[in-house]
């Protein structure tokens, strides 16, 4: 069964995701974020102390709980009148600026609703049968799904003992009849690095036709130091290289569904063959070009966030817990007790996490909020019994 435009559409439900990207903006939902300053800005994004059936706390997503910056919700809120309207200088607009920033020429840029769509751009182009995918296990669950679902071959290699990619072991499995190696660096669900030297050494050994898509849907949470470095700040200069970034994380528009990949002119073509280019809205857009602006609402969310993330290991340490060193704004938590019972005690309080993931299956998966809505999680935590005696 091969992934034709019809059961591309079908699998992965993208109809269903270009309506997502439109949403309705009366009453937006994002909180406001009033001042440039981390101290000012916590006050502004605290959530009720206590969490209901129909506002609970959202920790499950990998979401940025603070919202996009007050520069983007007022391009937001004077778009909403041009919803009736097709995209017309938007789109170029926006790639222009895409293209001067990393540094491209605008044929190398491909827009997608959210990151989602750039994988199903990549799955339609280079994945068929007899052209498996390689990807690490745990990744990020949505490309493999849509190859198993389309009869394509799925080879997941497990993360190696510090979570990374295994890429020795990529490499083995990629020698052969492989259409499309998938790297999610930093890696979800572990939030966890793979050095770049080593990524480079790995495609270095590729074979001439195999194409790498790199997810750096994460990359503005790192710290700009050590191994990590990303592959649009100093590209590899290699054809084959694709890498995807998505609006959805620090800039937070994960509502606006929108996201771009970067490659080569010919590979970008290969990517956008067969398939429309209205996916994006004009509100999307307008609102994406906005963010770019906002440069110190880029600074403002890595702060924040690392300093809500050293928080929560924080209180990670104090309860006795495990959890592997994230570079994301989501950790993978060791409960020291049943993931289920945990995840079922925490739905039950009106708190989400994370799924279950079965290669990782003694931790879950807890995305960061806001420092209320982390006091709100932790007090449900502390509500559970000692472990062995969860209800079951």
């Not at 491209?104 to 609703?113: A, E, S, Y």
């Not at 994406?288 to 969310?301: E, K």
């Not at 340490?317 to 495990?322: E, G, K, S």
């Amino acid at each position: 069964m091969s992934i034709s435009r019809r059961n591309l559409l079908r699998n992965i439900g993208v109809g269903a995701v270009v309506g997502a990207s439109a949403p309705a903006l009366r009453g937006f939902p994002f909180p406001r974020v009033t001042g440039a300053l981390w101290k000012n800005s916590v006050s502004a994004a605290q959530p009720s102390s206590v969490a209901t059936a129909a506002d609970p706390i959202l920790l499950y997503r990998n979401e940025n709980p603070y919202g996009p910056s007050e520069k983007v919700l007022a391009v937001l809120r004077e778009s909403a009148a041009s919803g009736n309207r097709y995209p017309r200088t938007e789109y170029d607009t926006l790639v222009d600026k895409l293209a001067t920033l990393h540094n491209v020429k605008r044929d190398q840029i491909v827009l997608g609703c959210g990151s989602g769509e750039i994988l199903c751009m990549a799955a339609f182009a280079f994945l068929k049968p007899g052209k498996k995918l390689v990807e690490a296990a745990p990744t990020f669950l949505a490309l493999g799904r849509l190859a198993q679902t389309a009869g394509v071959e799925v080879a997941d290699v497990p993360l190696n003992k510090r979570y990374e990619h295994d890429l020795g072991v990529m490499l083995d499995r990629a020698r052969s009849s492989t259409g499309l190696v998938y790297i999610v660096n930093p890696n979800n669900p572990t939030g966890t690095i793979t050095p770049r030297k080593e990524i480079e050494a790995f495609i270095s050994k590729l074979p001439p036709d195999v194409t790498v898509l790199i997810d750096e849907a994460y990359h503005h949470f790192v710290a700009p130091w050590g191994a990590y470095e990303s592959f649009l700040g100093r590209p590899i200069g290699d054809p084959r290289v694709i890498v995807s970034r998505t609006f959805s994380k620090i800039y937070g528009l994960a509502g606006m569904r929108i996201g771009y990949a970067v490659a080569t002119p010919e590979i970008a073509k290969r990517l956008t063959a067969g398939l429309p280019r209205w996916s994006v809205s004009i509100v999307s857009a307008r609102a994406a070009s906005a963010a770019l602006d906002d440069v110190d609402y880029v600074r403002l969310g890595f702060k924040r966030n690392t300093d809500d993330r050293q928080e929560f290991m924080n209180q990670v340490n104090a309860r006795m817990l495990r959890a592997i060193d994230s570079q994301t704004n989501f950790v993978m938590v060791n409960p020291m007790r049943p993931p289920e019972e945990v995840i079922e005690h925490l739905k039950k309080n009106n708190v989400l996490i994370g799924p279950k993931y079965p290669v990782l299956d003694k931790y879950i998966r807890v995305s960061l909020g806001t420092p209320g809505e982390m006091q709100a999680f932790w007090r449900v935590w502390d509500l559970m019994p000692p472990t062995g005696k969860m209800a079951m």
